[in-house]
């Protein structure tokens, strides 16, 4: 290679089901996740669930205690919480056995008369907790013993998603992907710009530039590209219009990767998109998205506009990042596909220049973890 390009990771790495067995546990058991916001649950009762890996994990706000637990009972194995989100108290539906803060076992029905299980024996027979830590209002697990703390963690980065998790709470739009490729070619489209004028001629190249200020820090990164003048302009107007605040730093757009599988772009201080990719298998993966606005906006009355005039151009912005964010994934999940179908047939690693150095640094960290 020459001293600025490097070779990216062997092509037997994208689909060896040996090579995916060390990434679950290296990886996957062994890095924070993030697991969602606060805000999801912040009632008592409150809880969400969704996989990892094929763990089954709930979160469950417990008089205002977060905590994470495998969704698993202790008695013959059914889920605690059988919906995606909902409230509801910490009791199995298939028999009413019942826990408390810690996952404890606090209920069995016919205990006296059927089961005779003794206060010891419940302690043995808590739910399995899942390690889990905030960084504002943005929650992350983790399947093991941590080795280190979230803060330490995420470093300096840290505090800047500590600001963004509070800044951007109108959340507008969720929605998930199932992609046929390796989860780290998913991760890898959004790890550079160098992409943008073959792969969105017609969208996202129409919004930044194709250059990227690079920061590393720790096993992430970021990278931040200029926006062109026509965005800003319609997304001042959006904002004016709507009485949205501005994010003070993150005013074009600015895009963090925090290993292993969450990137967060941020659209001229306005639009925060948080996406997260998970593997479903060695061969294909899950692309989870939420699109959140700065501070609500009270539609209250300016100039000629009227509160039904607000609401329908709201809506109607609304619409247009969200066809605009549909529009970019299906465009990055085409080459993703394509590329993992032909690394079946590929005898030599692909080649990453400068401008794609955020995967070089992505690919490092997975060695670090993973070799
Ligand atoms: S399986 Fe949960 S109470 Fe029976
Ligand atoms: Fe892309």
């Known amino acids: 290679m020459t001293s600025l390009a490097s070779k990216a990771l062997p092509p037997h790495y994208y689909f060896d089901p040996e090579v995916f067995l060390y990434e679950k546990e290296k990886i996957f058991k062994s890095n924070w996740l993030f697991a969602g916001t606060q805000s999801a649950v912040n009632q008592h009762n409150d809880f969400v669930t969704f996989d990892v890996l094929g763990y089954p994990i709930l979160i469950q706000n417990i008089h205002d205690e977060i905590q994470a637990f495998i969704n698993i009972c202790s008695h013959r194995k059914c889920k605690i919480q059988l919906k995606e989100r909902g409230n509801r108290p910490l009791v199995c539906p298939y028999h009413n056995w019942s826990y408390g803060i810690d996952g404890k076992l606090k209920g069995i029905p016919k205990n006296s008369t059927d089961f005779e299980i003794d206060t010891q024996t419940k302690r043995d027979l808590s739910l399995k907790k899942v390690y889990l830590e905030r960084c504002g209002n943005f929650l992350f697990i983790n399947l093991s013993k941590p080795k280190i703390g979230l803060r330490a963690y995420l470093g300096n980065f840290f505090e800047i998603l500590e600001d963004l ?164 994934l299906e465009e990055d999940r085409e080459m993703a596909e394509a590329c993992h179908k032909n690394l079946l047939f590929a005898d030599t690693s692909g080649i990453l220049g400068k401008c794609e150095e955020r995967i070089s640094h992505f690919h490092r960290s997975w060695r670090q973890d993973v070799l």
């Open 165 to 328: 998790s509070f800044s951007f709470p109108e959340q507008v739009k969720t929605g998930s992907y199932n992609w046929s490729a390796n989860w780290k070619l998913a991760i890898e489209t959004v790890l550079e710009v160098y992409h943008v004028p073959g792969t969105h001629p017609d969208t996202f190249s129409k919004i930044a530039d194709d250059s990227c200020e690079v920061l590393l820090e720790k096993c992430h990164n970021s990278g931040h590209s200029d926006l062109h003048l026509e965005p800003k302009k319609w997304w001042g107007f959006i904002r004016k219009k709507l009485k949205l605040p501005q994010h003070k730093v993150y005013t074009e757009y600015n895009h963090f990767f925090i290993y292993p599988n969450l990137a967060i772009g941020i659209t001229n201080g306005t639009l925060l998109s948080v996406q997260t990719y998970l593997p479903d298998g060695v061969n294909s993966c899950t692309l989870t998205f939420s699109l959140s606005l700065t501070k609500k906006s009270q539609n209250t009355q300016s100039g000629k506009d009227t509160p039904k005039s607000l609401t329908a151009l709201k809506k109607a912005a609304i619409s247009n990042f969200c066809n605009f964010n549909h529009a970019t």
